[in-house]
C-alpha cells in the first residue's frame, strides 16, 4: 500500500468561499494619495460557494521515485514533519481503497494539519515517531481577526477534530484502539469523514462540505483551500520551490480574514488591514525581497511573465491598463488561485484569479530580479 502513495491522486477543489466578493477594484486611489474615497470598513463573512471544475492530477508515477524519497523531500520542502507527511499520505492511499471515488488528497488533509495545529507544532509540541502527540492537545482556541473564537468546542489531537467527527468516524490504522492523539488515527479518521456522504471531494461543493464537517467558519475553509493549493502546485511538480516566493505566499495565508483597508499596510504596520498592494509589500518584504508600494507601480518594476509562460507560486496577478493604471494585483498560489484584498467591505480570501470580463493585464515574478 505504502507505494502506491506515490501515484495517489492529487485532487485540489476550485471552491471560491465567498467574503462578499465583488469586482476587483481594490485599491481605488493609490495608497499615499491625500484622497481617500469613503467606504465601509468592515468586512463581512459569508459561507456562499461558487465553484469551477477542480482539476485532476498526481504525481508522475514512472518518476522512479520512492515513497519516502517523495516524503522526504516534499516534506522539507513544505516545512511539514515527516511523520505527519507519512500520516496524511498513508491515510490517503487507505482512502483510494476504501473510497475510490471519494478522491481524497493528501493535501486537504496536510492543510487542515497545518491551519489547526501547524501538523502538532502548535503550543510546542510535536509528532514523535509513533504518531503520537509529545504532549496532549486539547482544544486550541483560535480567534479571528474580530477577537471571536472560532474554534470548535471540545476540539482535540493534531487535527482538532470535534467530539461530532471523532465519535461517528474515529479508526485507526495500528490494529489498536483509535486515539485521537495520535496523527494516524486522526488523519484516517478526518478522510472518512470528508469523504462521508458519498462526496467526490473533486467537486469543488464536495470538497466545500466535506472540510466543513471538520470546521465551517470561512477563514478556516479559506485558509485550508489556500494551503492545499499550494501543498498540491509543489507536490505536483516534484521541484523545490522558490523559498521567498513560499515564504511570502505563506505570510499572505496566514492574513486570509484580515479586513481591507484602503492603503493599509497590515497589523505589523499599526494598520487594521490591507489594501491589495500593501498585502503583496508586506508578504514579499517578509521573505526579503522589496516591492514598490501601489499595484501599478509593481507591475512597471518586476520581471513580467510572458503570457505564454505557466504562472509560478508567488507571481503577482495585476489587473488594469498598464499605460494608465494598474488597479488591483494578488499573489498566485497555484490551481488557478490567488490571495489578495480584494475591495472594501472583504476579507483578504482565497479565489479564482479569472474570471469572464476580467482586465487582467499580466503577471509579474519578483523572484526573477
Given at each position: 500500500?505504502?507505494?502506491?502513495?506515490?501515484?495517489?491522486?492529487?485532487?485540489?477543489?476550485?471552491?471560491?468561499?465567498?467574503?462578499?466578493?465583488?469586482?476587483?477594484?481594490?485599491?481605488?486611489?493609490?495608497?499615499?494619495?491625500?484622497?481617500?474615497?469613503?467606504?465601509?470598513?468592515?468586512?463581512?463573512?459569508?459561507?456562499?460557494?461558487?465553484?469551477?471544475?477542480?482539476?485532476?492530477?498526481?504525481?508522475?508515477?514512472?518518476?522512479?521515485?520512492?515513497?519516502?524519497?517523495?516524503?522526504?523531500?516534499?516534506?522539507?520542502?513544505?516545512?511539514?514533519?515527516?511523520?505527519?507527511?507519512?500520516?496524511?499520505?498513508?491515510?490517503?492511499?487507505?482512502?483510494?481503497?476504501?473510497?475510490?471515488?471519494?478522491?481524497?488528497?493528501?493535501?486537504?488533509?496536510?492543510?487542515?494539519?497545518?491551519?489547526?495545529?501547524?501538523?502538532?507544532?502548535?503550543?510546542?509540541?510535536?509528532?514523535?515517531?509513533?504518531?503520537?502527540?509529545?504532549?496532549?492537545?486539547?482544544?486550541?482556541?483560535?480567534?479571528?481577526?474580530?477577537?471571536?473564537?472560532?474554534?470548535?468546542?471540545?476540539?482535540?489531537?493534531?487535527?482538532?477534530?470535534?467530539?461530532?467527527?471523532?465519535?461517528?468516524?474515529?479508526?485507526?490504522?495500528?490494529?489498536?484502539?483509535?486515539?485521537?492523539?495520535?496523527?494516524?488515527?486522526?488523519?484516517?479518521?478526518?478522510?472518512?469523514?470528508?469523504?462521508?456522504?458519498?462526496?467526490?471531494?473533486?467537486?469543488?461543493?464536495?470538497?466545500?462540505?466535506?472540510?466543513?464537517?471538520?470546521?465551517?467558519?470561512?477563514?478556516?475553509?479559506?485558509?485550508?483551500?489556500?494551503?492545499?493549493?499550494?501543498?498540491?502546485?509543489?507536490?505536483?511538480?516534484?521541484?523545490?520551490?522558490?523559498?521567498?516566493?513560499?515564504?511570502?505566499?505563506?505570510?499572505?495565508?496566514?492574513?486570509?480574514?484580515?479586513?481591507?483597508?484602503?492603503?493599509?499596510?497590515?497589523?505589523?504596520?499599526?494598520?487594521?488591514?490591507?489594501?491589495?498592494?500593501?498585502?503583496?509589500?508586506?508578504?514579499?518584504?517578509?521573505?526579503?525581497?522589496?516591492?514598490?508600494?501601489?499595484?501599478?507601480?509593481?507591475?512597471?518594476?518586476?520581471?513580467?511573465?510572458?503570457?505564454?509562460d505557466e504562472l509560478q507560486l508567488g507571481d503577482l496577478i495585476f489587473f488594469g491598463d498598464p499605460d494608465t493604471k494598474i488597479h488591483h494585483v494578488g499573489i498566485y498560489i497555484g490551481n488557478g488561485q490567488m490571495i489578495d484584498a480584494p475591495t472594501f467591505g472583504q476579507a483578504v480570501q482565497v479565489h479564482n484569479y479569472r474570471k469572464p470580463g476580467d482586465n487582467y493585464a499580466g503577471a509579474g515574478r519578483p523572484t526573477?530580479?
Amino acid at each position: 500500500m505504502i507505494a502506491g502513495v506515490a501515484a495517489a491522486v492529487v485532487a485540489v477543489a476550485v471552491v471560491v468561499v465567498a467574503l462578499r466578493f465583488a469586482p476587483q477594484d481594490a485599491e481605488g486611489t493609490a495608497a499615499g494619495s491625500t484622497t481617500e474615497p469613503s467606504a465601509p470598513s468592515s468586512s463581512t463573512m459569508s459561507t456562499t460557494a461558487t465553484t469551477t471544475a477542480p482539476p485532476t492530477s498526481s504525481i508522475p508515477a514512472d518518476s522512479g521515485l520512492v515513497f519516502e524519497e517523495w516524503v522526504d523531500d516534499v516534506a522539507d520542502w513544505l516545512d511539514v514533519p515527516r511523520r505527519a507527511m507519512y500520516a496524511y499520505a498513508t491515510a490517503t492511499v487507505t482512502l483510494a481503497e476504501e473510497r475510490p471515488d471519494c478522491h481524497l488528497s493528501w493535501v486537504t488533509l496536510a492543510g487542515v494539519g497545518r491551519t489547526t495545529t501547524d501538523h502538532g507544532r502548535v503550543e510546542g509540541g510535536h509528532v514523535t515517531d509513533t504518531g503520537a502527540m509529545s504532549e496532549p492537545l486539547d482544544t486550541v482556541e483560535v480567534r479571528d481577526f474580530a477577537d471571536e473564537v472560532i474554534s470548535e468546542p471540545g476540539a482535540a489531537g493534531p487535527l482538532q477534530l470535534p467530539p461530532s467527527v471523532w465519535d461517528r468516524f474515529k479508526a485507526s490504522p495500528r490494529d489498536e484502539e483509535p486515539d485521537i492523539q495520535n496523527i494516524d488515527d486522526a488523519a484516517l479518521t478526518a478522510g472518512r469523514a470528508l469523504c462521508d456522504g458519498g462526496r467526490d471531494l473533486s467537486d469543488g461543493d464536495d470538497w466545500l462540505a466535506g472540510v466543513a464537517v471538520v470546521q465551517d467558519h470561512p477563514l478556516f475553509l479559506h485558509r485550508v483551500l489556500a494551503t492545499a493549493n499550494v501543498y498540491g502546485t509543489v507536490g505536483q511538480s516534484r521541484t523545490e520551490p522558490n523559498a521567498a516566493a513560499l515564504k511570502a505566499v505563506t505570510f499572505a495565508i496566514d492574513k486570509i480574514g484580515l479586513p481591507y483597508v484602503w492603503g493599509g499596510n497590515g497589523t505589523e504596520k499599526g494598520d487594521a488591514g490591507f489594501d491589495c498592494s500593501g498585502l503583496t509589500t508586506a508578504a514579499y518584504a517578509e521573505a526579503g525581497v522589496s516591492l514598490m508600494r501601489t499595484a501599478h507601480t509593481q507591475y512597471h518594476s518586476v520581471p513580467l511573465v510572458d503570457r505564454d509562460d505557466e504562472l509560478q507560486l508567488g507571481d503577482l496577478i495585476f489587473f488594469g491598463d498598464p499605460d494608465t493604471k494598474i488597479h488591483h494585483v494578488g499573489i498566485y498560489i497555484g490551481n488557478g488561485q490567488m490571495i489578495d484584498a480584494p475591495t472594501f467591505g472583504q476579507a483578504v480570501q482565497v479565489h479564482n484569479y479569472r474570471k469572464p470580463g476580467d482586465n487582467y493585464a499580466g503577471a509579474g515574478r519578483p523572484t526573477a530580479a
